[in-house]
């Protein structure tokens, strides 16, 4: 992947790019299984498991962890926190490529993903969290789209359009956190309908703002372990300013991550207690949700803490892992674990193979995107001609 | 002008006639939505039902589903449980294991939407594919759906069916209480094949009367409670049976909440924070760029502060050492002075020895 076959041209035969070929090659034989023998043919979903995987991990997980954008830029451009400017840029590439992979596996999941635009332009079910969702997903993707263009267009020579955009970075960081907002926590709340499926544990009239919440420290571990991925591989794409500002970072991001991660474990509890359901803790529901309380949030909060304190910048990026996989493990829990656990286990929810295939086809695109615009884009370092921004 | 005491008591009636409109209408408002006046629902008594599977026949010849692949006398599929699916709107299960002693026989359970007065699914749809007809028949708009099947996800009685094996036009299936016939006056399939009467059609309220008397005439046969009645905001299908109705595999924790109230306190939430969030953040970057202007006027306040003094005690220095130099060249002028004082004393000796020297001498002191 560092070996820059990409902008040489030498030789296309890396092992990243073996690997991502395999991958997407397997990708594209389920996606032609899946559109034209129908969800049954390629996935384990059921009457009673209508939602697996690419709802579960695509969305739920794609969403939380493409909160870095919104999260950076409310820091640099509201909070006025000069000093991680350089992380922006790289955020923002990630949050867009997620948004649209979440799109893009939508597309996958829905029986008429043609009529995705129905819920805007034909019949508004207003009543429906999935249609504040679908909402704010639209148009944060488009936020995104606009607050990533101006990279492009200083790589395209556009510069009128380039700075007529920038222009417009306060508004659009401003709508973006509303509509961040908003989405994160919809899709929490997604299921407060059905507290009769999901296990009282994780049920709780809170979870909208469970999910936002964790959603920051999604964006914030996102945007540490990012930069440690790209500094590995596109160390020769950084400028000064990134090799300088990267330790500032990882310190300031980790430092947040661990406030706001002691802010949502405290809040979990309050979840508990609102719900009375302390006696729970002793079944095995109980037991997994202690690990996932504990294992992944309360040490977490206290790594960072450490890390923080003793500027370890390994252990920040360690604890960067631990918290990202934290998060996942919530939503899948939230969206396939502790729901339906009522029901017996043969009629349980576990993917088929060939849905696991379509998540890492869409993950392995996004990195394959991620990687062919930041060699030939100004995102690990700032163009030439535009300094300012 | 008098008043006459019969224009007074028409006065008094309008003013009665008045409250007992505004009542209708308030009873009639979504705040206290308790169904549809008139609607219709059916009665199951699960102390009638003998587990014949006529209703599922009914049920699939008039909505012309797909043929099972088993005959519906076969009764073997009995011994599994079963659920609605895309191919069949209801089913019936059987329940062995009943605690009462004095059931005779195991008691069956016919399983199909219960049309809800306000439905999970209706309130979860994003594309409103899903209404709640006056007649009380929740009925599904495929020409719309999108299929993200999110009205299962929501639906606390596991209705919806999916046809997941369809690539281009897959529907949600579920019952719909036979509306194409119902408003043409006919019964629903399920209901007019039924050979016991174990299913009885009619208004909503009538049922709730009729099952209400069957308890209270036969108060041994029946657990007390008419399910349905306030399940999930109450449901047009209601219950009887002989045993609690866990026992029968009908769940007892779904509360009387209706599904919209459950969402309905998130749902609110979006336009405050549409609102608010602005008028926050906006707040929130003008004082951080206050804090920079002011940190910036500090640094621009104290640099010059420095440049003054730093001005200030250079013209000092300066002065000083013109003030040293000054004096210098006093002393040097004055020393001159008393030299040439002195040496002029001396030519009185020999004044025409040194003209020449004193000449050599002169350019030399005022360089210095």
Same mark, same amino acid.
Request: hydrophobic fraction near 45%; include cysteine.
């Given at each position: ?10 030789? $296309? ?27 049954? *043919? ?67 999941? /829905? ?66 956190? /509303? ?5 994160? *926590?919809?899709?929490?709340?997604? $299921? ?16 909208? /703002?469970? $999910? ?14 990012? *930069? ?5 591989? $596109? ?24 406030? /706001? ?129 | ?8 008591? &028409? ?9 007992? #409109? ?17 609607? =219709? &629902? ?22 012309? #589903? ?52 306000? +439905? ?26 999108? &299929? ?10 596991? =209705? ?34 039924? +050979? ?5 059609? &009619? ?40 045993? +609690? ?30 609102? #608010? ?6 707040? =929130? ?84």
């Amino acid at each position: 992947m560092s070996d820059g076959a990409a902008t040489t041209g030498r030789s $296309f035969l890396t092992p990243f790019n073996v690997i991502a070929a395999i991958i997407v090659i397997i990708g594209l034989i389920v996606t032609a299984l899946r559109f034209t023998g129908g969800l049954a *043919s390629v996935t384990n979903l059921s009457d009673y498991n209508p939602w697996g995987i690419w709802i579960g991990f695509d969305l739920l997980v794609g969403v939380a962890l493409a909160a870095g954008g919104y999260v950076t830029s409310a820091a640099v451009y509201i909070f006025g926190m000069k000093k991680y400017h350089s992380a922006v840029r790289p955020a923002i590439l990630t949050g867009f490529l997620g948004y649209a992979l979440v799109v893009i596996a939508l597309n996958y999941d /829905v029986g008429r993903p043609w009529r995705l635009p129905y819920p805007f332009f034909i019949q508004q079910g207003t009543t429906s969290l999935l249609f504040e969702v679908a909402a704010c997903v639209a148009l944060y993707l488009t936020v995104l789209f606009i607050e990533f263009s101006p990279a492009a267009m200083e790589w395209l020579g556009l510069k009128r359009a380039r700075n007529l955009v920038v222009k417009l970075t306060l508004l659009l960081t401003i709508f973006g956190v /509303v509509l961040s907002t908003l989405h994160q *926590s919809s899709l929490g709340a997604l $299921f407060l309908i059905a507290p009769a499926k999901l296990h009282p544990l994780w049920y709780s009239p809170y979870l909208p /703002v469970f $999910f936002f919440v964790s959603s920051i420290i999604a964006g914030l571990s996102m945007v540490i372990f990012e *930069s440690t991925l790209s500094h590995r591989y $596109f160390a020769a794409k950084m400028d000064e300013a990134h090799m300088k500002e990267k330790d500032a970072i990882a310190l300031g991001f980790g430092k947040a991550a661990s406030l /706001v991660l002691a802010g949502y474990f405290i809040i979990k509890v309050i979840g508990i207690s609102e719900g009375n359901n302390w006696h729970l803790l002793e079944t095995n529901y109980g037991l997994w949700f202690l690990v996932e309380l504990l294992g992944f949030v309360g040490l977490p909060c206290f790594l960072y803490a450490v890390g923080v304190r003793d500027k370890n910048l390994k252990l920040i990026k360690w604890t960067a892992v631990l918290t990202v996989l934290g998060i996942a493990v919530n939503r899948f829990n939230v969206c396939l674990v502790a729901f339906n656990w009522h029901l017996p286990s043969e009629e349980r929810y576990f993917p088929h193979w060939m849905e696991i295939a379509i998540s890492v086809f869409l993950v392995t695109l996004g990195i394959i995107a991620y990687r062919f615009i930041v060699t030939r884009m100004p995102i690990l370092y700032a163009h030439p001609e535009y300094e300012d921004h | 002008m008098s008043i006459t005491r019969r224009k007074f008591m &028409g006065w008094l009636g309008a003013a009665a006639a008045g409250t007992a #409109l505004g009542k209708t209408a308030d009873a009639a408002s979504n705040k206290y939505f308790t169904g549809y006046a008139d609607s =219709i &629902g059916v009665l199951f008594d699960n102390t009638r039902c003998i587990g014949c599977r006529k209703c599922e026949e009914g049920c699939n010849t008039v909505n012309e #589903l797909p043929a099972p692949e088993k005959s519906f006398d076969d009764l073997s599929l009995l011994d599994t449980r079963r659920r609605t699916t895309a191919k069949a709107y209801t089913i019936v299960n059987r329940y062995d294991a009943v605690s009462q002693v004095d059931v005779k026989g195991p008691l069956y359970r016919k399983v199909q939407c219960n049309h809800c007065l306000e +439905p999970a699914c209706a309130s979860a749809c994003f594309v409103r594919a899903f209404t709640k007809t006056q007649e009380g028949a929740v009925i599904y708009d495929a020409s719309v759906c999108v &299929g993200c099947r999110y009205c299962m996800i929501a639906c606390p009685f596991e =209705i919806p069916a999916y046809e997941y094996d369809k690539a281009l036009e897959p529907r949600i299936m579920k019952c719909t209480l036979c509306y194409p016939r119902i408003v043409k006056g006919l019964l629903p399939g399920c209901v007019q094949a039924c +050979p016991t009467e174990a299913l009885t059609y &009619g208004k909503r309220t009538d049922l709730l009367r009729v099952a209400r008397e069957r308890i209270l005439k036969f108060p041994d046969r029946y657990v007390n409670h008419i399910y349905g009645e306030n399940e999930m905001g109450g449901t047009s299908w209601l219950y009887l049976s002989a045993v +609690p109705f866990k026992e029968v595999g009908m769940r007892e924790d779904l509360g009387i909440t209706a599904a919209p109230k459950l969402t309905s306190g998130a749902l609110s939430g979006v336009p405050i924070v549409v609102g #608010l969030w602005p008028v926050l953040l906006t707040g =929130i970057y003008a004082m951080s760029k206050r804090k920079e202007k002011i940190a910036n006027q500090e640094t621009t306040r104290a640099v010059t502060a420095a440049v003054e003094q730093a001005n200030g005690a250079a013209q000092a220095k300066l002065a000083e050492e013109m003030a040293k130099v000054q004096k210098l060249k006093e002393k040097e002028i004055e020393n001159a002075v008393s030299k040439a004082l002195a040496e002029a004393a001396k030519p009185k000796e020999k004044v025409s020895d040194t003209p020449s020297a004193k000449a050599q001498k002169k350019p030399s002191e005022e360089d210095s």
